[in-house]
């Protein structure tokens, strides 16, 4: 072994052999490496450690990593840089070893809700801005559909605008169909790693099809059809766009490890909540049965929206219903 940096002595493989890049799509095994110059279908090899927490993960779509290219245009993974963050099936938070992780390295998630067909679900939105918090990842509303808007939406818009915009997350309304709103969404897009989540038949592949027309993504009115895709929906894809930056479309992901989160510790991800938990009168309050809770008087008084509170017990029900079946 060559134990001087500075030397350049024999090597058995040269430098050029050793090559950053981003894992766009990963099936286990096998993934997917973009470089600034090509992608690389490179093997993965067991689990890495990840920083120095002594974590072990399999890699991840958005992992940035080094790859050892073979003689036969295939590589294999060497190394998995430290994430800034990820979204996993399971874990949250603290629990960060045991999840399984689908998307590393994201800069905002983005729920995607559509006006109409289906009609914006609060609940859904819920879900995923817990996991974003609690992984510290910022977030946002893409409202599609904007064509199909009628003046008696505008209860649903005003309701929508009061759950999220007050509280400080965006809401982007636009129409994959006639443009509106495109620009501002691509704006916030440019040389970043962006998460579109959303419930089947919103639109968010005909959005990536209108932000980046090459890629001709199948939407649903084709794949009821035909089927196809269909095996590939459990995968995180990041697809690259022009303008720098991805786009990860997570079909078929309904969840970011909502459940495997605390009960105590649930309140902490609803960020106007989270200021009124020191008033409560229990350290350990739950918000839901004890009393002198702050949280309910916040709800009472208007601060915490009661379509947001429902969430939080929602959420905290099938939380507490799955430790149960965890400890069977
Ligand atoms: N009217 C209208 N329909 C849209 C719009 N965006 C998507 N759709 C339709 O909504 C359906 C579901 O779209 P798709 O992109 O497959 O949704 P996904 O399941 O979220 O990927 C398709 O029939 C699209 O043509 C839009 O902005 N306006
Ligand atoms: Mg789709
Ligand atoms: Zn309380």
Known sequence: MNAS???????????????????????????????????????????????????????????????????????????????????????????????????????????????????????????????????????GIVLNKSDLIQEKHAGIIAELRNNYARIGYPILTVSAKTGEGMEALREHLVEKTSVFTGPSGVGKSSLINVLEPGLDIKTSHVSAKTQKGRHTTAYATLFSLKSGGYIVDTPGIREFGVLYIDPWELSHYFIEIKPYLKACRFPTCTHDHEPDCAVKQGVTEGGISEQRYRSYLNILDAIRLGDKDVGR
């Open 5 to 139: 940096p500075d030397t350049d002595g024999a090597r058995d493989t040269s430098p050029a052999d050793l090559v950053a890049g981003t894992v766009i799509r990963s099936t286990g095994s096998w993934c997917d490496v973009r470089t600034d110059e090509e992608t690389i279908p490179a093997r993965v090899r067991g689990r890495f450690q990840l920083g120095e927490q002594g974590a072990t993960s399999p890699v991840a779509v958005g992992d940035r990593v080094m790859v050892k290219r073979n003689a036969d245009a295939t590589g294999v993974i060497t190394q998995i840089h430290e994430r800034k963050n990820q979204l996993g099936r399971r874990a949250a938070g603290r629990r960060v070893g045991r999840e399984h992780i689908l998307v590393a390295n994201i800069d905002c998630v983005w729920i995607v809700q559509s006006i109409r067909l289906p009609h914006p679900n609060p609940g859904f939105v819920d879900r995923v801005l817990v996991p974003a918090e609690a992984n510290e990842i910022p977030a």
